[in-house]
């Protein structure tokens, strides 16, 4: 069963910048699809940003499109999310996950996530 953790969270100023990394062990992430959740208080876990397993091709919703990048190195068996141009609505717990490529439905297990906090 594969772990994730998740690293890089802090608190930012509206305007910086963070990068977050979701690190794996116990197996191999090479031929997943991956995403990058968030959690905002009182708000239901959604999908941020996916990337196939070739990592090619990353997909963001509308909210973090032109300022979120997201990326893997899957000889480090990790995915990054490298987040510019921090809002205040971007403060959430961010998680990592294998996902299903159609639906961006999230597999597995959660790791404990990483907390991001935008201050205006």
């Known amino acids: 069963q594969v772990q994730l953790v998740e690293s890089g969270g802090g608190l930012v100023q509206a305007g910086g910048s963070l990068r977050l990394s979701c690190a794996a062990s116990?197996?191999?992430?090479?031929?997943?699809?991956m995403g990058w959740f968030h959690q905002a208080p009182g708000k239901e876990r959604a999908i941020v940003a996916a990337?196939?397993?070739?990592?090619?091709?990353?997909y963001y919703i509308d909210s973090v499109k032109g300022r979120f990048t997201i990326s893997r190195d899957n000889a480090k068996n990790t995915v990054y999310l490298q987040m510019n141009s921090l809002k205040p609505d971007d403060t959430a717990v961010y998680y990592c996950?294998?996902?299903?490529?159609?639906?961006?439905?999230?597999?597995?297990?959660w790791g404990q996530g990483t907390q991001v906090t935008v201050s205006s």
């Open positions: 116990g197996r191999t992430l090479s031929s997943d699809a």
């Open positions: 990337i196939r397993w070739s990592g090619y091709n990353g």
């Open positions: 996950n294998r996902i299903v490529w159609s639906t961006w439905y999230p597999l597995g297990s």
